[in-house]
T-cell receptor
């Protein structure tokens, strides 16, 4: 079964404590991306990756890092989380050509930073 | 910069009625997507519209794309309670960063 798996699903942490949200896909998709969802703002892209070792900033990259060492995994790293990073995070994957097919989304990770 | 706007943002309607959600976008694109999100859940792909004049239908939902007007519509026919959800449109950005730009979402509530 095609899957995009995020972990953890829920996380409460304190300001400044480094954390990683993992994303793994079994569809052999080249393109992976991270979004955050905030009320009234829809989804905004944080980072994306067109393939292994190829990553680039989206619209709201500040405070986040990513890596793409292997095709199936695309972790999101918050080196020093702050309360304004409290949000619902989604990982998405897609076949390499962005244009013609829909993206598949993970289940979401609800992060609270206190 | 590509911007995507949906309206209305909130919609409460009665079962059996028809209604339309509108999605406007600011720059040229001919790839538009509609997603559904249930509370606390992920996004589920509904439609992929790839060309001007494209129309797709699934059950009581029908989506269309007018690239000249930079407008897509999601029409709901004879609404039923199960269609209550938040609906997002998203547009592929052609130039620059490879991304989908999302609208704010329309929260649809269908009352019996």
């Amino acid at each position: 079964e095609a899957q995009v798996t995020q972990n953890p699903r829920y996380l409460i942490t304190v300001t400044g404590k480094k954390l990683t949200v993992t994303c793994s896909q079994n569809m052999n998709h080249e393109y992976m991306s991270w979004y955050r969802q905030d009320p009234g703002l829809g989804l905004r892209q944080i980072y994306y990756s067109m393939n292994v070792e190829v990553t680039d900033k989206g619209d709201v990259p500040e405070g986040y890092k990513v890596s793409r060492k292997e095709k199936r995994n695309f972790p999101l790293i918050l080196e020093s989380p702050s309360p304004n990073q409290t949000s619902l995070y989604f990982c998405a994957t897609k076949v390499g050509d962005l244009m013609n097919t829909e993206a598949f989304f993970g289940q979401g990770t609800r992060l609270t930073v206190v | 910069e590509l911007k995507v706007e949906q309206n209305p943002l909130f919609l409460s309607m009665q079962e059996g009625k028809n209604y339309t959600i509108y999605c406007n976008y600011s720059t040229t694109s001919d790839r538009l997507y509609w997603y559904r999100q249930d509370p606390g859940k992920s996004l589920e792909s509904l439609f992929v519209l790839l060309s001007n004049g494209a129309v797709k239908q699934e059950g009581r939902l029908m989506a269309s794309l007018d690239t000249k007007a930079r407008l897509s519509t999601l029409h709901i026919t004879a609404a039923v309670h199960d269609l209550s959800a938040t609906y997002f449109c998203a547009v592929s950005q052609i130039q620059g960063a490879q991304k989908l730009v999302f609208g704010q979402g329309t929260r649809l509530t269908i009352n019996p």
